[in-house]
């Protein structure tokens, strides 16, 4: 059960009523290459061995310093891990690599029109480049260890590129989402203090190329209303030496990355040896209120912790060649397709654009023609390329040794056509739960030791230990199928050190709730909660049921049910919003919007279209509501709470359940018809 004010969601609402599924188990062949197949490591990563036992990942990295101390809790919760250790994350995924696999191609890219062939990046490329990019970064634009750097750029080499040279540097990065508006770039700018900007002119989606520089101005301009001023803007060209973009350069503000380059062209420069718990980024997410929330993650202990991770649970080998379909200004993106699998020596394929484009194959050709034998995507992508092309798949000559999936609860039924299909019933399948916050992997199976259980995502991972609480802060028994709050006894080192700037935020919103001393410097005390439901089954499989915040999880992007709600409110005419989650065949959630306008306004087409293109500006398009409903009033409870309960009751079609301690039970009646017919 989870309470907000008088709202009451129960368990069934939240739960997903699927059936326990058979298991399936991996192939010989599989288990026999994988990295991780003894199964004493639950052992070896049990409570009597922690913390010590996150040493098996940070040996896995080059230090320049050992730690001293593996877990420090003297500033519960705020976690440092491998403490007095010096490290750096560019030298961990670039430098070290070059005497085994200087040749070797640590970045594929491809980009989204299929006349352009791909692009190979080598590690020495690679090294080339982060070291011209770092010393562009230090000369040019000035910036320096702890510096914050936002950077709002698509799919393109050039951004695990900048991103790794801000790792070099010690300079801290901030990549937002290419496709999130320059608004919301603009807020992210000023709250991590960023005096740079570093954005691109444009890119392909669906065979149009966008501009996206457009989005930098206005992100400049909202960071200098927030009091933020920007500097320079650094622009990257899709096609060096040709602006795609309309709009202008700003003299002494705006150059283009490529221009200035040059002046670096093959010169070098050392990776700053950096404490272990110092930042290495920051990745906003969306949370209960408006504001985006800066997670803080470290170098040592999130470098470690997505690397050991990619090694067992990715089973991530230096000659494989991995896919993640994800887009790097995600988070995923940032652990499972630059730091993890850089770290690891591996082939990381980065797709420019749409998976449809131009049709349902195009995936598959990538996959046929690159020799990839891992890949990792959203069910939402799945779902996608299922309705799109069915038997696409089978018409190309590629085999994948393992996949993964991630963001969101997969249903059995579009689990079996991965299995089947995509995975032509040999690849090996990991349901990943994880978040942002969490750096890495919480719970999925361990490829090679244990079966896959559609439409549950496994047990914890080695070194997480889950309890599901209940809302009083009761343990739920384990294995008894019941739902509560799944929340980690523990800490672990990927977990993000703090919300930037805001240290109350980040305890009152992931350690408030089940803290048992808040003066206490025990990790015992201060169970971490993510916000989740779950359930467990006997066998010890957890499934994930959803948030119970006010987050909606759209196609496996997170978005805040305030942030929607407040760009709706930044139209004159309207009263009030609210926005519920409603359950859609393809991206799992999708925003209902529900509007009232002031008394001096009156309903209109125009008015609903007002409501999305708010949102599309202020958000991003990702965030483009399914219905706009604009209603006479909103339920309320007697208090004034609107009720987005009922109102979700009445867009998913369900019961609304009892509505006559409302304060205007009248209106649901009203509002049923509208929406239901
Ligand atoms: C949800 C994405 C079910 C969950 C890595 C979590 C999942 C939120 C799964 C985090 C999964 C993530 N099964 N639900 N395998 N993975 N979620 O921060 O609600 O974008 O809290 O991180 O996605 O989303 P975020």
Partial sequence: MSNRGNETVTEAQIAVHWQEEKYLYPSDEFVAQANMSDADIYERFGLDNFPDCFHEYADMLSWYKRWHTTLDTSDAPCWKWFVGGKINASYNCVDRHLEAYRNKAAIIYVPEPESESHEVVTYQELYVRVNEMALMLRDFAGLDTGDRVTIHMPMTPDLPVVMLACARLGVIHSVVFGGFSGKACGERIADSGSRVLITMDGYYRSGKMLDHKVKADEAVQIAADYGQHVDKVLVVRRYAGQYQSETPMIKGRDYFVDE????????????????????????????????????????????????????????????DVYWCMADIGWITGHSYIVYGPLALAATSVMYEGVPTFPDSGRPWRIAERLGVNIFHTAPTTVRMLRKSGPDEPKKYNFEFKHMTTVGEPIEPEVWRWYYDVIGKGTASIVDTWWQTETGGFLCSTMPALHPMKPGSAGPAVPGIHPTIFDEDGNTVEEGSGVAGNICIQNPWPGAFQTIWGDRDRYVQTYYAKYCRDSSSTNWQDWPYFPGDAATQAPDGYYRILGRVDDVINVAGHRLGTKELESACMTISELAE?????????????????????????????????????????????????????????????????????????????????????????????????????
């Fill in 577 to 677: 919003a609210a926005v519920v989650p409603v359950t859609d065949d393809l991206k799992g959630k999708v925003p209902d919007v529900y509007v009232s306008v002031r008394p001096e306004s009156s309903p209109s087409k125009n008015l609903e279209t007002a409501v999305t293109s708010a949102i599309e500006t202020e958000i991003g398009k990702i965030a483009r509501p399914k219905n706009v409903w604009i209603v006479p009033d909103m339920p309320k409870t007697r208090s004034g709470k609107i009720m987005r309960r009922v109102l979700a009751s009445i867009s998913n079609g369900s019961d609304v359940g009892d509505i006559t301690t409302l304060a205007n039970p009248e209106v649901v009646e009203h509002i049923r018809q509208m929406v239901q017919g």
């Fill in 260 to 319: 200035q380059l040059a002046a670096f062209c093959g010169k070098r420069v050392d990776p700053v040896e950096l404490p272990a718990e110092a930042p290495l980024f920051l990745m906003y997410t969306s949370g209960t209120t408006g504001r985006p929330k800066g997670c803080q993650h470290s170098i040592g202990g999130y470098l470690s912790y997505v690397t050991g991770t990619s090694k067992y649970i990715q089973d991530i080998h230096p000659e």
